[in-house]
């Protein structure tokens, strides 16, 4: 018995010796079944645990984390960010990815509704040529309230649309514009199929629907269903089962945008690119972008922990959909951060380049993340159940760029519009501040109710500042400006000499070089009124000064025109600049 008893000792310690630890026989495992999950399908979805929420900051740039429950996380990787992910030494588990559970999908070619026999039931996923019909289609079928055009490709050359829907849509109109977008992440289903019945809804119920008539009356929506489609239809165009995160490059498209910890120092994908040039084309003023995998409400900021200068107006907005959607279904959005009371960088985790962060801070556009399901490949059968949730919240959301503080900036002097900064005073910072159309003049920015300083700003104009506007929740406040324009209030009797002086303008401020004659110098900064907006001092005989764009008071001045000059110098050395941020 006890030779019995050695021998099994004796061969237990020659395993661990030869093997390993019960945990090194794990990883081996989970690091085969990875292997295969990324050879067939270029991706990985898998969990790990960590020993402190602090520690995602450093791990959030290697992986695509997906959700945080307690201390569990749920992420995924291509082959390069997996082995990134491993010189962290935190074991992990392969999991089934989500487009590869439950029942296969029944997909359908929406032949009658597309030949317009039928009214369609959304309740089956489309093939991609069906999706292609459905959306092109709705130009035919809505010529009045549709505009579909091809904004651009993905890496397979999969087509990405993007849908006008206003009322006299062939016409660029002075309204507000609204950006929504959905299934950035491929495999979050729910997203397209509620943009593309929100097309159909709209237009369908003009004539009935007040609110319907309302939205495409006085808003200009522009709708990209299906922001992925490689990722979405990565199993062939027949099928979304097998549907991934990613796109074909394996890139997270919702982590490859710019943002303000890294600019635009980021290679961007063939699908972003197409988002982001579509940005810049418009002055939208508020956004959307569907997800799935949980349900909350999400608004800036997710690259940093740190809030929002308007976060009392995002939690606003948050309450106001949760309570919308709740009137359908009480138990809807019942988590515990389902009431939106806190951002995605607070709550969750960092995550640089995401739809929420790019929008808001490089184009003034306030876009929420709608996680509206814990699944991501949703049941056939619980999609016009989501529809009825989502509706109405959603159409909350369009309607809300009507109200906050807005107007028309013209100058005074030819009542032409005026392109313009609004910028709320003792409030704006990180480009939560807005501009006005250059077509028209009109401006819109959402506030959170309270009294407000604004000072509207623009090139050649004299800057003004309009105190004391009250602002409601729900309700517009119209406030129309003029600004006097192509007026300079300083008199240059001297020539301009550059020679002298050289300077550099940047995003963050003016650097300032001076000739050795005018070493130790003071510097002073007009604007074109004549009113002096800084000084600087070269006290240590450098030779070399920087303005931030700040006036003696230390707050940042407008865009504009300014004149920068040196002070006691026989040849009235000055320069002139513009300032357009």
Same mark, same amino acid.
């Given at each position: 018995?006890?030779?019995?008893?050695?021998?099994?000792?004796?061969?237990?310690?020659?395993?661990? +010796?030869?093997?390993?630890?019960?945990? *090194?026989?794990?990883? #081996?495992?989970?690091?085969?079944?990875?292997?295969?999950?990324?050879?067939?399908?270029?991706?990985?979805?898998?969990?790990?645990?960590?020993? #402190? /929420?602090?520690?995602?900051?450093?791990?959030?740039? @290697?992986?695509?984390?997906?959700?945080?429950?307690?201390?569990?996380?749920?992420?995924?990787?291509?082959? *390069?960010?997996?082995?990134?992910?491993?010189?962290?030494?935190?074991?992990?588990?392969?999991?089934?990815?989500?487009?590869?559970?439950?029942?296969?999908?029944?997909?359908?070619?929406?032949?009658?509704?597309?030949?317009?026999?039928?009214?369609?039931?959304?309740?089956?996923? /489309?093939?991609?040529?069906?999706?292609?019909?459905?959306?092109?289609?709705?130009?035919?079928?809505?010529?009045?309230?549709?505009?579909?055009?091809?904004?651009?490709?993905?890496?397979?050359?999969?087509?990405?649309?993007?849908?006008?829907?206003?009322?006299?849509?062939?016409?660029?109109?002075?309204?507000?514009?609204?950006? %929504?977008?959905?299934?950035?992440?491929?495999?979050?289903?729910?997203?397209?199929?509620?943009?593309?019945?929100?097309?159909?809804?709209?237009?369908?119920?003009?004539?009935?629907?007040?609110?319907?008539?309302?939205?495409?009356? #006085?808003?200009?929506?522009?709708?990209?269903?299906?922001?992925? /489609? *490689?990722?979405?239809?990565?199993?062939?165009?027949?099928?979304?089962?097998?549907?991934?995160?990613?796109?074909?490059?394996?890139?997270?498209?919702?982590?490859?945008?710019?943002?303000?910890?890294?600019? !635009?120092?980021?290679?961007?994908?063939?699908?972003?690119?197409?988002?982001?040039?579509?940005?810049?084309?418009?002055?939208?003023?508020?956004?959307?972008?569907?997800?799935?995998?949980?349900?909350?409400?999400?608004?800036?900021?997710?690259? %940093?922990?740190?809030?929002?200068?308007?976060?009392? !107006?995002?939690?606003?907005?948050?309450?106001?959909?949760?309570?919308?959607?709740?009137?359908?279904?009480?138990?809807?959005?019942?988590?515990?951060?389902?009431?939106?009371?806190?951002?995605?960088?607070?709550?969750?985790?960092?995550?640089?380049?995401?739809?929420?962060?790019?929008?808001?801070?490089?184009?003034?556009?306030?876009?929420?993340?709608?996680?509206?399901?814990?699944?991501?490949?949703?049941?056939?059968?619980?999609?016009?159940?989501?529809?009825?949730?989502?509706?109405?919240?959603?159409?909350?959301?369009?309607?809300?760029?009507?109200?906050?503080?807005?107007?028309?900036?013209?100058?005074?002097?030819?009542?032409?519009?005026?392109? %313009?900064?609004?910028?709320?005073?003792?409030?704006?910072?990180?480009?939560?501040?807005?501009?006005?159309?250059?077509?028209?003049?009109?401006?819109?920015?959402?506030?959170?109710?309270?009294?407000?300083?604004?000072?509207? #700003?623009? @090139?050649?104009?004299?800057?003004?500042? +309009?105190?004391?506007?009250?602002?409601?929740?729900?309700?517009?406040?119209?406030?129309?400006?003029?600004?006097?324009?192509?007026?300079?209030?300083?008199?240059?009797?001297? /020539?301009?000499?550059?020679?002298?002086?050289?300077?550099?303008?940047?995003?963050?401020?003016?650097?300032?070089?001076?000739?050795?004659?005018?070493?130790?110098?003071?510097?002073?900064?007009?604007?074109?009124?004549?009113?002096?907006?800084?000084?600087?001092?070269?006290?240590?005989?450098?030779?070399?000064?920087?303005? @931030?764009?700040?006036?003696?008071?230390?707050?940042?001045?407008?865009?504009?025109?300014?004149?920068?000059?040196? @002070?006691?110098?026989?040849?009235?050395?000055?320069?002139?600049?513009?300032?357009?941020?």
């Amino acid at each position: 018995m006890k030779a019995g008893i050695s021998f099994f000792l004796y061969t237990l310690l020659f395993l661990s +010796i030869s093997v390993g630890s019960p945990l *090194d026989v794990q990883s #081996s495992f989970e690091l085969q079944k990875a292997n295969e999950y990324l050879q067939n399908r270029g991706e990985l979805f898998f969990k790990f645990k960590v020993e #402190s /929420p602090s520690i995602l900051d450093k791990i959030t740039h @290697d992986i695509s984390i997906d959700k945080v429950e307690g201390l569990e996380v749920f992420a995924y990787a291509n082959q *390069d960010e997996l082995e990134a992910f491993q010189k962290h030494g935190i074991p992990f588990v392969t999991q089934t990815p989500p487009s590869l559970t439950g029942e296969k999908p029944q997909m359908s070619d929406y032949a009658d509704y597309v030949a317009g026999k039928a009214q369609a039931e959304w309740d089956k996923y /489309p093939t991609y040529n069906a999706y292609l019909d459905i959306v092109k289609g709705f130009e035919t079928k809505f010529p009045q309230f549709c505009k579909v055009s091809k904004i651009g490709e993905s890496v397979k050359n999969r087509e990405i649309l993007a849908v006008k829907v206003s009322s006299n849509v062939d016409k660029d109109e002075k309204e507000p514009k609204f950006l %929504a977008t959905g299934t950035i992440h491929g495999d979050e289903l729910l997203g397209y199929m509620l943009l593309m019945r929100m097309i159909d809804y709209l237009c369908s119920n003009y004539q009935q629907n007040q609110t319907a008539k309302k939205v495409l009356d #006085s808003t200009e929506l522009w709708i990209i269903p299906l922001a992925n /489609p *490689d990722g979405t239809y990565s199993g062939g165009n027949n099928t979304v089962w097998n549907s991934r995160r990613q796109n074909a490059n394996g890139q997270d498209l919702n982590r490859n945008h710019p943002d303000p910890s890294r600019g !635009w120092n980021v290679r961007l994908q063939k699908e972003t690119k197409v988002l982001c040039d579509f940005d810049a084309d418009y002055n939208f003023i508020m956004g959307l972008d569907i997800h799935g995998g949980m349900e909350n409400i999400v608004y800036p900021f997710a690259y %940093a922990r740190k809030k929002p200068v308007d976060e009392q !107006w995002w939690k606003y907005i948050a309450l106001n959909y949760v309570q919308e959607a709740r009137k359908v279904s009480s138990n809807y959005l019942s988590s515990p951060r389902s009431s939106g009371l806190g951002s995605a960088g607070i709550d969750y985790y960092t995550a640089q380049g995401t739809r929420i962060d790019y929008p808001y801070y490089h184009r003034h556009n306030r876009c929420v993340t709608l996680e509206l399901n814990s699944r991501k490949k949703l049941p056939e059968n619980q999609l016009n159940q989501r529809w009825n949730y989502n509706k109405n919240a959603i159409i909350g959301l369009f309607l809300e760029m009507l109200n906050g503080l807005r107007g028309t900036i013209t100058d005074k002097n030819t009542g032409r519009p005026v392109k %313009a900064k609004v910028f709320v005073e003792n409030l704006d910072r990180d480009s939560s501040f807005t501009y006005s159309g250059a077509k028209y003049g009109d401006y819109y920015r959402p506030l959170y109710e309270g009294n407000y300083s604004v000072t509207y #700003s623009a @090139d050649s104009c004299e800057e003004q500042t +309009i105190r004391n506007i009250r602002v409601r929740n729900g309700v517009a406040t119209v406030k129309d400006v003029e600004l006097n324009c192509d007026f300079v209030g300083i008199k240059n009797d001297k /020539p301009i000499y550059s020679s002298a002086m050289s300077i550099t303008k940047s995003n963050t401020g003016v650097l300032i070089k001076l000739a050795k004659s005018a070493h130790n110098r003071k510097v002073l900064i007009y604007s074109l009124q004549g009113q002096l907006v800084q000084s600087l001092i070269d006290k240590n005989k450098s030779g070399t000064l920087f303005w @931030d764009y700040t006036n003696q008071n230390n707050r940042p001045v407008g865009n504009g025109c300014y004149l920068i000059h040196v @002070d006691n110098v026989l040849s009235g050395m000055s320069r002139r600049i513009t300032i357009s941020r």
